[in-house]
């Protein structure tokens, strides 16, 4: 299992006490664009997904904003976690 997944893994099953670093890590090894503005939030695309997800770039990131990280990553995948 690769350091990405394990990782994802870890935010899928505890998602306090996240940082903004931890994302963008996971984010890269599945090949999502980060962009970041200068401003307090980082936003990740990837064209085979229609919406963006903006989070904020405050330590530690609120749990509500890994658990849509987690599913906006899962549908990088392929995968629908909500079944």
Same mark, same amino acid.
């Given at each position: +299992? @690769?350091? $990405?997944? #394990?990782?994802? /893994? @870890? +935010?899928? $099953?505890?998602?306090?006490?996240?940082?903004?670093? =931890?994302? /963008? =890590?996971? @984010?890269a090894a599945f090949?999502?664009?980060?962009? #970041? =503005?200068g401003g307090s939030h980082v936003v990740f695309e990837h064209p085979d997904v229609a919406e963006a997800l903006s989070v904020p770039a405050r330590r530690p990131i609120k749990p509500i904003y890994v658990q849509r990280f987690v599913r906006f990553i899962d549908s990088v995948r392929g995968r629908d976690e909500r079944d």
């Amino acid at each position: +299992m @690769a350091r $990405g997944d #394990k990782t994802l /893994e @870890a +935010m899928r $099953g505890n998602p306090r006490d996240w940082r903004i670093n =931890s994302l /963008e =890590s996971v @984010a890269a090894a599945f090949g999502v664009n980060i962009r #970041k =503005s200068g401003g307090s939030h980082v936003v990740f695309e990837h064209p085979d997904v229609a919406e963006a997800l903006s989070v904020p770039a405050r330590r530690p990131i609120k749990p509500i904003y890994v658990q849509r990280f987690v599913r906006f990553i899962d549908s990088v995948r392929g995968r629908d976690e909500r079944d």
